[in-house]
Structures are given as C-alpha cells and as structure tokens.
C-alpha cells in the first residue's frame, strides 16, 4: 500500500527482495518436476498507494512490475503469485471516471490496466476491492437500508415486476444476481484468453459471497450438461481414443477462488458475522487483510518517543515495544503511517482510530505477549494469532493466509520469522478470547 508514497521505488524493491529470500522454499520434488513453484505472494491494487491520489495512482503496481522485470535470469514472475483488485465505485475520477461502477467493463478496464502497470501478461488473482453495492465496510458494521442502491431501485418500481418462477424480478437479491453473472462472465473471458488465473472479493459479506458462489455453480452445472451432451452427441469411434482426437474443453465459468476481508486481534468480525461459515460453506479460503491492525498491535503508537522504536521512528519498528519503560504513552514513530497520513487517510480516523477501548485493547494484548515471552512482542502475536487462530489450518476446509504491509526490511524479516514459528499455545488463545470477551472489535 506504500510503494510509491512512503517508501520509494528502491526501498520498495529492497522490501520485495528481502521477502522473497524469506518466504518457503518450494518442494524440490515439485520443482523437479518442471511445475509452477510460487514463493512469493504480493498483494497490491490499481488504485494504491495510500494514501489515493491522482498523480500516485497505479504507481505501487509499476514498482512491482519493474522490481519483476529487474530479476533477469532469476525469473521473478515465475516465483510470485500476483494478487492486485479493482477499485469499486468511489470519489476517485482519475480511475476510470469514478469509478461510477464495478461491472463486467469496467472489471476489464480494470485488469487491462493492471497488466500494463506490472508489464505483465497474466494476473494471478484479481479481487474486487469493494462491492459494486453499498455494504457497511472499513470500519463501518451496521448495515443501513436506506443507503442500498438495490433496494432503493426495488421500491422504485413498486417491488411488483415478477418472474416466470414468481421471484420479483428487481429485488436485491435478482440485482446481485444479474450483477455477479456481469462480473464472472468478464472474468472468464480474461481466463480464456489467458490474462487471469482467478477472481476474488474483498471487503464482502456473506451475502455477496453466498450469491456469487450460487451464481457461479449454476453456471458451471449448466456447461458440464452441454458438454455431457455434446460428448453423447458425437457417438461411435472407439471411445478410448476419442478424448485424444478432440481437443481440451476450455475452462469451466470460474468461481469465488478468495475473500480478502479484515481480520486481527482488534477485528474478529470475520468469525461471527456469518463470513467464516459462508467461508466454510463454499470452501473459499480467507486472505486476512490488516493483521496488524495498521500497526496498531505492535504497540508502536502507544511509544511516546519514536526514537526508542527502530530506525529514529523512520518505519515504525516496533518488534520489542513492550520492553520500553513506558509503552502505553500516547504518541508513536511521528512517521508510522497512522501519524505521518493523520487527517489525510481517512481510516486513520475512524477504523484505526485510537480510541481507549482500542488502546486497552492494544495493552492487554501486547502484555499477553510479554508475560509469554514472544520475541517479536504484540507484532507475533498478533500475526500468529491471523494465520492460526484455533488451530484452523486442521479444522478448517476452506483455509486462511495472512496479507501483511511492510515498510521495512527488518519488518519483512520479523514477520516471516513469527509466521514461521507456528500456532500459539492453547492458554495464549484462551488469554486473548478473554480480552477479546470483554473488548470486542474495537477496531472493525
């Protein structure tokens, strides 16, 4: 989110540099055998850095794509998986004019664009950043009717337009129907011309979720009954070599392959909202995005003086904030980004907000990680906890990874080193569910 504001394209390459050194190393039986082996994940956007600005727009991706370009023989590209989304309607008028929508075309738009910028020919996994429908998001949690576009147009036309089945035709759910079928159409299109491997959501409910997936698997059961009946058609010929003399079917309509949603220590909505069963339901895996809660859960910002916190509080620092004599005075690194984009980024002052239940919050946590010894201090802890929460990588069908910033490579180095060490012990969680019992959500 920083490449290109904060930090400058040499710093964003020494970032991307040091987490590719970091991040596992693939199976060597795979690699042998000639597959795709990605090491590295890297999530961006077409609208970053933060915080947006027209003349900084798409500037995070042309760093990416230089720093892939510039491995030469190392061949980067084969080595990263790339996650980048494409902005929902806004106030942003320098990305495709608003954008006034997020459907099929401007959805293209979007990944035409992001191809260019990161001067590559495929994208991973495109998300859409936001919905294209009004949802209580970024710090917002109570859904109010009145703003919902879907159902505003129902009440236009008096609610009474009904289908051959009898379902009115202009209700919410038919819009977001009609209005995902727009989405993944364009996605497979970008699939079967080779521009996309996946589509993805962002900052979704379980409504937007539940109706994309149905969309996709009705779409999908409708094109393997032709194909069962276009392979019936063909008859005769010896059967067992006719898979050889046709040629592959293309791919099927994709479906929902991520949800990349708000998830840490100060926000476990994700878990009681209804999105971690629709998860479970339709076996999407969660990309948690904010693990760290802006920083908030290293304890940084609760330093009253940066110097104390790493690098002259250049970045943020942050690993060893509960060793200082007095960790819970108000201030932080004056260049963290919370202090440095305070007034300009909008979460800073609503999501992230530092509130005192937050800050209660923060000191309860990062004492948990003191009194157990974690290295790393709130920092581990609060990554350990988003990759691992209840030993889900055991019980969980549907997985989960962790999206982290950096703006360091001592940053880089520290959060692959918690990443590594595993799941936190049972009473740890127990500490934190308590802490959580009576101070939940404080930063959604």
Known sequence: MQFGEALSPSESHAIMSAAAEEAPVASAAAAGAGKRTPLLALDTAEAYPVPMASVTSGDSERIIG?????????????????????????????????????????????????????????????LLHWPDRYVPMFGEVEFDPSRSFFSSRSRSNGGNDEGDDGTDENDGFAEAERHFEDILSAAFDAVTQGKLRAIGLSNETPTGLLVASSVSRARRRRERRERE????????????????????????FPGVAAVSNAYSLLARNFDSSGMAEACE???????????????????????????????????GGGENDDENDNPFSNGGPPLARLNRYRHEYAEEGRRYARTPRVREAVRSYVEIARRHGLRGGGAELALRFALLPRGSSSSSSSGRAAVFGATSVEQVRAAFA???????????????????????????
Request: with cysteine; aromatic share 2%; glycine share 14%.
């Open 418 to 444: 918690a990443a590594g060490v595993g799941a936190l012990s049972k009473e740890v969680l127990e500490e934190c569910d308590a802490v959580h019992a009576r101070n939940p959500n404080p930063a959604p």
């Open 229 to 252: 009946r276009e392979t019936e058609g063909q008859g005769g010929g010896d059967r067992k070599l006719a898979p050889l003399l046709r040629p592959p079917p293309p791919p099927l």
């Open 281 to 315: 339901a339709t076996r999407v895996p969660l990309l948690g995005y904010g693990p760290l809660a802006a920083g908030l859960l290293s304890g940084k910002y609760e330093i009253e003086n940066g110097e104390e916190n790493g690098e002259n509080g250049k970045n």
């Open 66 to 126: 230089d720093w892939l370009r510039a491995g030469g023989r190392s061949n980067r590209r084969e080595r990263t998986v790339l996650i980048t989304k494409a902005s929902g309607p806004g106030d942003q008028p320098w990305l495709r004019g608003g954008p006034p929508r997020l459907d099929g075309h401007h959805l293209s738009r979007a990944l035409e664009g992001s191809l260019r910028r990161l001067r590559v020919e495929e994208i991973d996994l495109l």
